[in-house]
């Protein structure tokens, strides 16, 4: 039988401790508690389920910047910036909540009631939120230095309570094991959110009819997502923790996202207020990113959560370190040759998806792909899981005092060049700052090297350099720009296959 200290070694399927050595053995022969297969189907369950949101998203994205004018583009992307920050400040917090309180929950019926206490405080919260975007619309565009939001707001105040309660199915049918299910009512959302917004807008280009028909969509399917809810907390117990006791788990979490999303998008903050709605279109453009790295990065955390607060409850590191490490390899091999593929050609990729008006948000694009060495997983997940939230807050506090002064700086002397640099900077420091806390909280039973291998960077700048060379090959051998693009991206899989042999990330 192979070993190696926190690591999985490749011959049976039992998590043991032994020696203070952490065993993974892959084989039948029973006992497992969390086996491998069925976290990953669970995490398959998730992307695929909550992929369709993403495509709809990506598809929207695309097509509106197609359709619409840079103007009324950059409208419709300062309202989705508004829903981010309210979602992220007063609800992500609440998602992660649910799935902690769910993961120490005794039994189904609990785990019923802790999915309805949720949700109850969540539509409570957004309430008063709708009134200010629907009452107060000036004040609001103010923020954004966007006279056109005004007109804009009051039709679409009603977005966030509806966003709201249709993104919160996805955690919700995880917290209840209920995952088989995601695909069904994602796929119908999807289509329901994507495809009325994109018809509006092909036959009328007129921003503010957009906008309508993104809240009623998003109306209808909020509808759907409560009928859910409704049978999912069918004979709920009544023991589940009282908003007292949530919000002592979720308070710091709260504040920390407050934190972090205004850091996160105070770049696009200054850009829109500095640069104006047309450049600011241009950057967010820049900015996107691919859905599969934030879907990866969402649904494994999502089913990780419960699991990790599980082990760490009875104190069995083991479990702990089989479970992450089988994470991030398998992250990785998935993300980082994508990621290194769209920066050796984000300037094909923009002028192919978003069209040639805004080929100058390349480098932007190319920059922000190198946020995937950070966001190959959640850092923070790990003591999210042992209730230790106030690192959350720390991390964030400092995260946007980085960004802050990087931002200001940056925009005056180099532009949006200076702002993307700015947050990839700050969240490369934020990501290491997690790892150190972890292995310190957690009394070193969680060392940098298992938090984060060293061995993981690898697989990126490895994938970087194939592509890089494979590109400056056939360029100049004369091949076409399309031959090029074309091989460039069958690449990727290749490479998936690849790093995952070497690595065993896919080891049976």
């Known amino acids: 039988m192979s070993r190696e200290r ?18 993974f053995e892959l084989g039948e ?19 695929v389920g909550t992929g369709a949101f993403q495509v709809a998203g990506v598809i929207n994205f695309i097509l509106l910047a197609r359709l619409l004018d840079e103007s009324g583009f950059g409208l419709v992307r300062q309202l989705v910036l508004i829903n981010q920050l309210i979602f992220t400040i007063l609800f992500m917090s609440l998602v992660t909540a649910m799935l902690y309180f769910a993961g120490k929950a005794a039994d189904e019926a609990e785990r019923k009631a802790v999915i309805y206490t949720h949700i109850r405080l969540a539509l409570m919260m957004v ?20 006279p056109g939001l005004e007109r804009l707001l009051p039709v679409f105040s ?30 119908v959302a999807a289509v329901l959110n994507m495809a009325p917004v994109i018809f509006v807008a092909w036959f009328t280009r ?16 909020a509808l759907l997502g409560l009928r859910l809810v409704a049978l999912l907390t069918r004979g709920r117990s009544r023991v589940a923790p009282g908003a007292r006791s949530v919000f002592a788990y979720a308070g710091l979490l709260m504040l920390s996202a407050t934190i972090t999303i205004v850091g996160r998008r105070f770049d696009q903050i200054a850009i829109s207020r500095e640069l104006g709605v047309e450049l600011y279109a241009i950057y967010v453009v820049g900015a996107f990113e691919i859905p599969l790295f934030s879907l ?32 991030i390899h398998k992250s990785a091999t998935l993300m980082f040759p994508l990621a290194a593929w769209l920066l050796i050609y984000s300037e094909e990729f923009i002028t192919l998806l978003f069209g040639s008006p805004y080929v100058t948000a390349a480098p932007v694009l190319s920059l922000f792909c190198l946020l995937v060495l950070v966001r190959v997983m959640n850092f923070g997940l790990v003591l999210r899981a042992m209730g230790r939230t106030v690192f959350d807050l720390i991390g964030a506090a400092l995260f946007t005092v980085a960004v802050f002064f990087g931002v200001r700086y940056g925009l005056h002397e180099y532009g949006m060049i200076g702002v993307a640099t700015a947050v990839v900077a700050s969240t490369l420091l934020l990501g290491g700052g997690m790892v150190l806390a972890t292995f310190l909280v957690s009394g070193g039973e969680l060392s940098p090297r298992v938090i984060y291998p060293a061995g993981v960077p690898i697989y990126f700048f490895t994938s970087l350099g194939i592509i890089w060379i494979m590109k400056s090959g056939l360029t100049a051998g004369g091949a076409p720009a399309w031959l090029t693009f074309v091989v460039g991206l069958l690449v990727v899989p290749t490479l998936m296959l690849g790093i995952g042999r070497m690595s065993g990330a896919w080891a049976k």
């Open 6 to 23: 926190g690591g999985i070694s490749s011959e049976d399927g039992i998590c043991r401790r032994h020696a203070n050595d952490c065993v």
């Open 29 to 47: 022969a029973g006992g497992l508690n969390f086996p491998p297969a069925s976290l990953w189907q669970s995490v398959s369950h998730l992307m």
């Open 127 to 146: 309430v008063p939120v709708c009134g200010l975007l629907m009452f107060a619309p000036a004040g609001v565009a103010m923020l954004l230095n966007s």
């Open 158 to 187: 009603l977005f966030p309570l509806f966003y709201i309660i249709y993104t919160f199915m996805p955690s919700v049918l995880v917290a209840a094991e209920k995952t088989e299910g995601l695909v069904r009512f994602t796929s």
């Open 206 to 221: 007129d921003v503010a009819a957009v906008v309508a028909t993104m809240t009623l969509a998003a109306g209808i399917t």
């Open 296 to 327: 990866l990065q969402s649904s494994v955390a999502s089913v990780l959560m419960p699991k990790l607060a599980a082990a760490i409850a009875i104190g069995d590191w083991c479990k702990v370190r089989c479970l992450w490490r089988d994470s």
